[in-house]
Structures are given as structure tokens and as C-alpha cells.
């Protein structure tokens, strides 16, 4: 079965810490897999793919096929970095969806 | 200018009614999308539709029903509403399929009583 893991519901970090926002994956195929991000009272946006290689306000994210993960990481984390963060995998079933994770919420203290 | 504008953005209404949530875009792409996300905040996908055509049906009560008028809009229209239906609804659009990125609305929150 297609599934995404994000197995923390809500992690809280202070300013200047370090951040890794945890997801796994559950695929047959060779997996596409993004972070979305939903800052307060935003839209949700697309923050990173892993096609791309690319990295978005400091945070990076590294397909490991091997641990079937795809964790989302900061080495210094901002206040505005606050906000709820999804992973998402595209199913190439049906013409393609994307499949999102539960979320992490993400509460960087001062 | 709003890419991507959904109405209304919020809907309390009872059990047993019927209402429409619609959806439009104006990036000129083809393919439109319905999320719903409950109260944990799970985001599932319900439809998906591509040029007017339905790509993706989950696993959705037939009460629900997408209309696609043109590519440009999609509405999503609940019979029969329940309890259970209570969440806020996301329509999205992408150029082409879900590899594009991903532009979504404000969402609506759907309060059935």
C-alpha cells in the first residue's frame, strides 16, 4: 500500500536549534516526494521536491531509498519557520496523486 | 489577485441539506483538484480533474459530486450532508498533473450540525 509516515504530530524547538521534520514512505515504484508547508493563516504552498535537489529558506530534504525516508531538515531554525508541514507522495495510479502524510506541526520558540 | 479562490470560506449548515463549495482558478492550468482535511488534519485527495475530465475518484460517498463547467472551475456539490462531512475542503490546481506544483485555496470550512 502507498503510504507517507510523518510520525511526529507536533515538534517544538527553540530559535537557533537544529530541525528535522520526520517522514517515511511506502512505495512500489520509484517515489516523487515534496514537502508542502502551511504557515498561519497562508495557503498551503510547496516548499521543496526532491527532484529538484533544491533548498527552500535553509531546509533540505534527502531521498534515502534504502530507509524508505525523506525527513526534512534546518540546521538553525527561525520563529518563522513556525508552521504545519506536510510529505507528500505522487502515485502514479489513476493519472497521478499526490498522497500527503499527517502533518508536523513545527513551533520554533524565541 | 488570487490564484486560486474557493467560496464561501466557511459553511455551517445541518444534517440532511445540500450545498456546493466552488472553486476557481486563474493560472490557466489544467488540472484541478479536492482535498478535504479532517480534524487531525489529515489531507486526502477526493478528486481530480484534468480539462474538464475526471482523472482521480477516491473512495468518496457518491454524495458528493464535482462539476467542472470549464477548465477553470470546479465545484464540488454534497447532498445529503452528515456529520461526518465536517472539515475544511481544499481545491488546488496544477499546470499538468500532481508532479507540477501544487497551488491551493484558502480552504472552506464545512460545519454540519
Known amino acids: 500500500a502507498q503510504r507517507v509516515t510523518q510520525p511526529e504530530k507536533l515538534l517544538s524547538v527553540f530559535k537557533g536549534a537544529p530541525v528535522e521534520l520526520k517522514c517515511n514512505y511506502s512505495y512500489s515504484g520509484s517515489p516523487e516526494l515534496f514537502w508542502y508547508v502551511q504557515y498561519s493563516r497562508q495557503r498551503l504552498q510547496l516548499l521543496l521536491r526532491?527532484?529538484s535537489r533544491e533548498s527552500i529558506k535553509g531546509f533540505t530534504a534527502d531521498l534515502n531509498k534504502g530507509e524508505t525516508s525523506f525527513h526534512l531538515k534546518k540546521p538553525f531554525a527561525q520563529e518563522e519557520d513556525s508552521a504545519m508541514y506536510y510529505c507528500?507522495?505522487?502515485?502514479?495510479?489513476?493519472?497521478?496523486?499526490?498522497?500527503f502524510g499527517q502533518g508536523t506541526e513545527l513551533s520554533v520558540k524565541p | 489577485d488570487t490564484a486560486v479562490s474557493q467560496t464561501p470560506k466557511y459553511l455551517v449548515t445541518q444534517m440532511g441539506n445540500d450545498k456546493s463549495i466552488k472553486c476557481e482558478q486563474n493560472l490557466g492550468h489544467d488540472t484541478m483538484y479536492w482535498y478535504k482535511q479532517d480534524s487531525k488534519k489529515f489531507l486526502k485527495i477526493m478528486f481530480s480533474y484534468n480539462n474538464k475530465e475526471l482523472i482521480i475518484n477516491e473512495t468518496v460517498p457518491n454524495r458528493f459530486s464535482p462539476k467542472s463547467p470549464d477548465k477553470a472551475h470546479l465545484n464540488l456539490h454534497i447532498n445529503s450532508l452528515e456529520l461526518g462531512d465536517s472539515a475544511v475542503y481544499f481545491c488546488a490546481s496544477s499546470r499538468g498533473g500532481s508532479l507540477e506544483k501544487l497551488f491551493f485555496g484558502s480552504g472552506t470550512q464545512l460545519s454540519v450540525l
Open positions: 526532491h527532484i
Open positions: 507528500a507522495l505522487l502515485s502514479y495510479n489513476q493519472g497521478g496523486k499526490l498522497i
